[in-house]
């Protein structure tokens, strides 16, 4: 008897815990819907809406595009935050979203577009600090962050970017309230 309960015991104890995976916005879709158009999840590697006065936020849907290795936005009228779901397109090797009216901080998650070779958040209303994220970007060679409302110190993984990619300071500081230490 003494046998049988410290198998039971063991085995009991050796359960996982089974937690379900969280839903995704992406969870059975094949096409995202953005600004009216529909943009096939699989075969979409291209987005070029720059100067197309497109308005509202940009949609978390976005992130279902996995595909994507340019995503260009400038120049149009793009309100509201940038949606934490940008992180999802890994293969992304251009991020422009210059010149709209972007509001809130810069994502974290932007830390996992390690593809980057340019990131352009120039031009809108973003505030808060530069995540130390940014410093996974060690592929960037267009940095460009001015005319913003960023605040705080640069992190030192960012200086550290900034130096051994040869990046642009005034492209960071330049009309923002940032605090230089990369000096």
Same mark, same amino acid.
């Given at each position: 008897m003494k046998k049988i309960l410290i198998i039971?015991?063991?085995?009991?104890?050796?359960?996982?815990?089974?937690?379900?995976?969280t839903p995704s916005i992406c969870d059975g879709l094949t096409e995202v819907e953005?600004?009216?158009?529909?943009?096939?999840?699989?075969?979409?590697?291209? *987005?070029?809406?720059?100067?197309?006065? $497109?308005?509202d936020s940009i949609p978390p849907e976005i992130g279902c595009l996995t595909n994507l290795t340019h995503l260009w936005l400038q120049q149009n009228q793009l309100t509201g935050e940038i949606p934490s779901e940008i992180g999802n397109l890994t293969?992304?090797?251009?991020l422009t979203l210059g010149s709209n009216q972007l509001t809130g901080s810069i994502p974290s998650e932007i830390g996992?577009?390690?593809?980057?070779?340019? *990131?352009?958040l120039a031009v809108n209303? $973003?505030?808060?600090?530069?995540?130390?994220?940014v410093g996974n970007l060690t592929n960037l060679i267009s940095l460009d962050l001015r005319e913003n409302q960023l605040s705080g110190e640069i992190p030192p993984e960012v200086c550290d970017l900034i130096e051994s990619n040869n990046l642009t300071i005034n492209h960071i500081i330049a009309v923002n309230n940032l605090i230089n230490t990369c000096e």
């Open positions: 039971v015991l063991l085995f009991v104890g050796c359960e996982k815990d089974t937690v379900a995976p953005l600004w009216g158009e529909y943009y096939d999840i699989g075969t979409t590697d291209t *987005l070029y809406l720059a100067y197309v006065e $497109l308005t293969s992304l090797t251009s996992n577009l390690t593809n980057l070779t340019e *990131l352009v209303q $973003l505030s808060g600090e530069i995540p130390e994220s």
